[in-house]
């Protein structure tokens, strides 16, 4: 495949590496890259109409759910629905899946998508980048009939495709199918993504980390100690701290320019901030495609069972000689201490 195709051309091109390919996953993987224009659109112009501010409602998390939050939720939700091309949503700004069920009623697609539609939306009135990242599975229940929770409850290692949408100072829209991890840069004029990052790689060190330090004295002894060891005077350290606020935004810069991004668990949070589900495993199979890996301290990231849809775990993720170094030090202290009980 040639450097400047189109994202078009290219899910078409490598279609055939799916075994059984029935076009559907190409089908559903494009329907995502036009739900990423219109919210692109959106989000660009967020500075110039007034559409900025809280849109009363809060998610099932309890947080503040801002405007364009609800915008990009509906716009994917709708775009996956009218098509037909799924038998089942989960997005992180709804309390439960949605089942997606044909005009006849039943509905025959294989796959469920997993969707926080605007991460980082903390940073939208601001002016600084925001994501949007998915997880695609096949169903394990009989398809025909309406999907169950455990369709979307599976372990990461299951995923069949994993990608984000940075809305950046570039919009660009980064994924996998298992086959490595390519990245499109949308070129506004025309609103098609090129091919601008071939085959991405995290080099196996990196000169960054990214955490909100400002928890320091919330955080476990293992993950103070990283923290100590990467400000340390030796070899190629102390490393840099950037940290955006913006999961996306941070891993793209990392996988990069080589880095560790870590939201660990704290006494403020005792399960981490991130859910596993939305955010955790996408990033964790992008990772991993492109030579890095995710862990949440002690095992990894992909491996985990989850029990719920909203279900929330540490990360560890980026350069892979980095991850192992953290990990190195948070194995000197007990597991049980660093998941404290959820109140
Ligand atoms: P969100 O899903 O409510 O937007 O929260 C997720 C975001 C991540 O993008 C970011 O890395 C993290 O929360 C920042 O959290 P904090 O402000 O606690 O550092
Ligand atoms: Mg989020």
Redesign the pocket.
């Given at each position: 495949m040639q450097k400047h195709s189109t994202l078009g051309e290219f899910i078409i091109g490598h279609q055939k590496q799916f075994k059984y390919s029935s076009g559907e996953l190409s089908r559903l993987i494009n329907s995502i890259r036009l739900a990423a224009k219109v919210v692109n659109h959106e989000v660009n112009k967020a500075g110039l109409v007034d559409i900025l501010g809280d849109a009363g409602d809060t998610n099932v998390?309890g947080?503040d759910q801002q405007k364009l939050d609800v915008y990009a939720n509906d716009i994917f939700m709708e775009t996956l629905r009218n098509r037909q091309i799924v038998c089942g949503i989960a997005s992180?700004e709804e309390d439960d899946f949605v089942t997606i069920s044909g005009h006849d009623g039943s509905n025959t697609n294989k796959y469920v998508v997993l969707i926080?539609p605007?991460?980082?939306?903390?940073n939208i009135d601001v002016n600084v980048s925001v994501?949007t990242i998915f997880s695609i599975y096949r169903r394990v229940t009989e398809p025909g009939k309406p999907v169950q929770k455990e369709d979307f409850l599976q372990e990461g290692n299951k995923q069949v495709a994993a990608g984000y949408i940075v809305y950046g100072t570039s919009t660009m829209l980064v994924y996998t199918t298992g086959h490595g991890v390519n990245g499109f840069t949308l070129n506004p004029a025309i609103g098609t993504f090129y091919l601008s990052h071939p085959n991405m790689k995290f080099p196996e060190d990196g000169p960054i980390y990214s955490i909100?330090e400002?928890?320091y004295v919330h955080f476990p002894q293992g993950v103070k100690d990283y923290l100590k060891y990467c400000q340390m005077e030796e070899g190629d350290r102390p490393y840099t701290a950037r940290?955006?606020?913006?999961?996306?935004s941070?891993f793209h810069r990392n996988m990069i320019k080589g880095g560790i991004?870590i939201?660990p668990t704290s006494s403020k949070s005792p399960q981490g901030?991130?859910?596993l589900l939305y955010?955790c495993n996408p990033i964790a199979f992008i990772a991993e495609q492109a030579g890095g890996f995710a862990s949440d301290g002690y095992q990894r990231i992909l491996d985990i069972k989850p029990t719920e849809l909203h279900q929330r775990v540490p990360i560890f993720c980026g350069s892979k000689n980095m991850v192992a170094k953290a990990e190195e030090f948070m194995r000197k202290y007990p597991q049980d201490a660093y998941y404290a009980k959820q109140k």
């Open positions: 998390q947080e992180e926080d605007l991460d980082g939306s903390s994501g909100n400002g928890n940290y955006i606020g913006s999961l996306v941070d991004y939201y901030k991130l859910r955010e």
